[in-house]
């Protein structure tokens, strides 16, 4: 297990990182004000699948191999990027119709909305890096268990990511409900998150590098 000082330190650093606004953030109100609440709590919900993935990796090596192959990093960057420009294309393509927004009463939009958000968690390289550079600093390598240590932080990670993400889906969701009284202005939050999208994943591809 992660002694307590480390792990109350690494709690901490990562409430302080995850409380700045950054790349999840613009993401989550991106595909808020594009969908709607529901959809951006979704969306919160299969990011975190996603780097749930990327945590199993580091706490196995995997990580470790992808964060210092630059022929794989750079596929996975690029890959991202490009999910991310072709969300915020269907978003600005279906404005205000609700088309892309998780229908309650169908199951396959809400997995659908689920998956596009999981894809997206699961190609961020930033979160490879931090999680391939940061993790080990907090790790009692005298413990013994390494993977379970590096597991338990990205679990405290994760936890802390999912309550500011949600907040953040949340608040997005209440300015988009009530600029909903009028579908143009509905239409017109529709392309912005659909352009922050966009511009996000445009950032990420001339951004995101392994220094």
């Known amino acids: 297990m992660v002694p307590a000082p480390n792990l109350l330190a690494f709690a901490l650093a990562a409430l302080v990182l995850i409380a700045v ?14 969908l709607g609440r529901k959809g951006g709590l979704l969306s919160v919900a ?3 699948g996603g780097e ?13 191999v992808l964060a210092q192959s630059l022929l794989l990093f750079s596929v996975v960057k690029f890959a991202g990027a490009a999910y991310l420009v072709y969300l915020g294309i269907q ?15 169908d199951p396959s939009s809400t997995a659908r909305v689920l998956r596009e958000g999981f894809i997206v968690g699961a190609t961020n390289p930033k979160s490879i890096v931090f999680f391939v ?12 268990a390494i993977p379970v240590q590096l597991a338990t932080l990205g679990a ?32 017109a939050l529709s392309t ?10 445009g950032t990420l591809a001339l951004t995101g590098s392994k220094n």
Do not use: E, K
């Open 52 to 64: 749930l993935v990327q945590i199993a990796a580091v706490a196995v090596g995997v990580g470790v």
């Open 91 to 105: 978003a600005i393509r279906h404005r205000g119709s609700g088309a892309t927004a998780a229908d309650p009463a």
């Open 21 to 34: 606004p950054g790349p999840s953030v613009l993401f989550v109100i991106g595909r808020t004000l594009a």
């Open 133 to 144: 550079a940061v993790l080990p600093q907090f790790v009692d390598y005298s413990a013994g």
């Open 192 to 201: 912005t998150g659909g352009v922050m999208m966009i511009g996000l994943g």
């Open 156 to 187: 405290v990670f994760l936890l802390i990511a999912l309550v500011s993400d949600s907040t953040w889906a949340l608040a997005a969701g209440t300015a988009r409900h009530w600029f909903a009284r009028s579908p143009r202005r509905i239409a």
């Open 46 to 48: 299969g990011n975190a």
